[in-house]
């Protein structure tokens, strides 16, 4: 700011308390009028026969003004207002904002700490936890998971206890803070059309759907030597590598003879984006045991 202006302000602020206060006294009447003295003089308006006295201001108003004043003067001295002069107390709104951030931030992270020292077990049957967790997951999984968590085509259901990578409290919380990659290759040019329809037959029958029974030898014989070794010779999966239990018939994508074919054409990449820079870990704790709340009944 210019010093033209800082004088300017300065000027005109103090010449208008002096002002002020000037009218105040100035005008000010102490005399205590006897309304049957003749020489009481009045304002001189009339309204409706009803004539105005010229009486002093009254006390608690006059006090009033002069306790204002002097709040004024002392505000000055302490708070930014005279032009540049910063006041004693340095105030600024900068660091106002920064002490209120500071203050909202401790208070948020205690409402939080409480859950941190808990047991994601624990905090599963803490109803105003979960009812908090469910916000987080709902500003940050819902988009993928669903707002039910009940997933959709590609995204895992998360309320079903079918996992593809373990439902322990621990294997939940590495999920979320890591992610996860899926690679389940392609195998169009390795097996041609005729190799992925007959082990698109034997997956099939692992899940008790409807087959060709004629195509289900040719398929395991593919399975044992192109699937066991992420699938399982069972089929069942492992948590290990994501790979997806092929016996339930729950299907992550499509479990259609189609879907099937369409899968292992082109292969599969699921992509579970890391949290751990995203979310801070007590609100990732929190989550962890939402998701674990979220399949415990079933
Ligand atoms: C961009 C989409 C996306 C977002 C956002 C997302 N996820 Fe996922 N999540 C996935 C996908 C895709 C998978 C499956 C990965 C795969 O195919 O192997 C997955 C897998 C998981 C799994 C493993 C399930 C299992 O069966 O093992 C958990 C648990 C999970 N997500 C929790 C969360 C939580 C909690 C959040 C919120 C912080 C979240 N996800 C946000 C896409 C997402
Ligand atoms: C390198 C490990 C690996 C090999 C080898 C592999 N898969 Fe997979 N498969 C996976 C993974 C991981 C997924 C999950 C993909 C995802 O989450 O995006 C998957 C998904 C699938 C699915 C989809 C399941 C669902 O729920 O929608 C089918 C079907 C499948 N694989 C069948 C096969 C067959 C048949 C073979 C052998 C020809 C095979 N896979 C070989 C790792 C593998």
Redesign the pocket.
């Known amino acids: 700011m210019s010093i033209f202006w800082n004088v300017w302000i300065i000027g005109l602020t103090s010449i208008n308390l002096i002002l002020l206060l000037w009218v105040l006294l100035a005008n000010r009447k102490v005399a205590i009028r006897d309304d049957d003295d003749p020489e009481n003089k009045t304002t001189g308006h009339i309204y409706d026969g009803i004539e105005e006295y010229d009486n002093p201001l009254p006390k608690w108003w006059f006090y009033l003004f002069v306790g204002s004043m002097i709040f004024t003067l002392f505000y000055l001295i302490l708070y930014p207002g005279l032009g540049s002069f910063k006041g004693l107390r340095g105030w600024t709104s900068v660091n106002q904002l920064e002490y209120q951030q500071k203050q909202a931030l401790e208070q948020y992270q205690n409402s939080y700490g409480v859950y941190s020292k808990m047991t994601v077990v624990d905090l599963a049957d803490e109803p105003r936890a979960m009812k908090m967790a469910s916000r987080i997951?709902d500003n940050?999984?819902a988009?993928?998971?669903g707002a039910d968590a009940g997933g959709a085509l590609?995204?895992?259901n998360?309320t079903d206890n079918?996992?593809?990578?373990?439902g322990t409290p621990e294997k939940?919380k590495e999920?979320?803070m890591e992610g996860?990659a899926?690679a389940m290759p392609a195998w169009a040019g390795l097996l041609g059309e005729k190799g992925i329809n007959e082990v698109t037959q034997y997956v099939l029958s692992l899940s008790g759907q409807e087959h060709d029974a004629t195509l289900v030898d040719a398929g395991q014989t593919i399975f044992a030597n192109s699937c066991v070794a992420c699938h399982g010779q069972d089929g069942r999966g492992s948590h290990a590598n994501?790979a997806p239990n092929l016996t339930d018939d729950i299907w992550?994508y499509e479990g259609t003879p189609a879907g099937i074919r369409q899968t292992l054409r082109a292969g599969r990449n699921?992509?579970?984006?890391a949290?751990k820079d995203r979310?801070r870990e007590d609100k990732i704790h929190l989550?962890t045991a939402y998701?674990y709340s979220l399949s415990k009944e079933n």
């Open positions: 997951f940050n999984c988009v993928c998971h590609g995204f895992p998360l079918d996992w593809l990578y373990g939940i999920t979320i996860r899926a994501g992550l699921g992509n579970m984006p949290q979310l989550l998701v």
